[in-house]
């Protein structure tokens, strides 16, 4: 089991940018695939980035794709989303989530064995 805490979501207006931090506890981290995925209000959980832990292989939705950008951190245990350029459609409540029993980077939720509790982002108009 994998334990995940995202920090760093907030109110930021529109073109402004966030860093969201997820920390890591309980196995060891080069078997991990580390996902971030959103949920709006009324909306599915959709994917956005992820990170293969231990060959850097990473994939974006095209969503995020040029504004987004997902990075291990030097604290082995922490994943990082850049965001950049955000936009009001960018809200939503972010979670951080691992894929523990693969090391291939997938874009499907169902696929993540852990998931934290989320954080906020809010981008104004």
């Known amino acids: 089991q994998v334990q995940l805490v995202e920090s760093g979501g907030g109110l930021v207006q529109a073109g402004g940018s966030l860093r969201l931090s997820c920390a890591a506890s309980?196995?060891?981290?080069?078997?991990?695939?580390m996902g971030w995925f959103r949920q709006a209000p009324g909306k599915e959980r959709d994917f956005v980035a992820a990170?293969?832990?231990?060959?850097?292989?990473?994939k974006y939705a095209d969503s995020a794709k040029g504004r987004f950008t997902v990075s291990r951190g030097n604290a082995k245990n922490t994943v990082y989303l850049e965001m950049n350029s955000l936009k009001p459609e960018d809200t939503a409540v972010y979670y951080c989530?691992?894929?523990?029993?693969?090391?291939?980077?997938?874009?499907?939720?169902?696929?993540?064995?852990?998931w934290g509790q989320g954080t906020q982002v809010t981008v104004s108009s």
């Open positions: 990170l293969n832990w231990s060959g850097g292989t990473s």
């Open positions: 989530a691992a894929r523990v029993f693969s090391r291939i980077v997938v874009a499907t939720a169902k696929e993540y064995d852990s």
């Open positions: 309980g196995r060891a981290f080069s078997s991990l695939v």
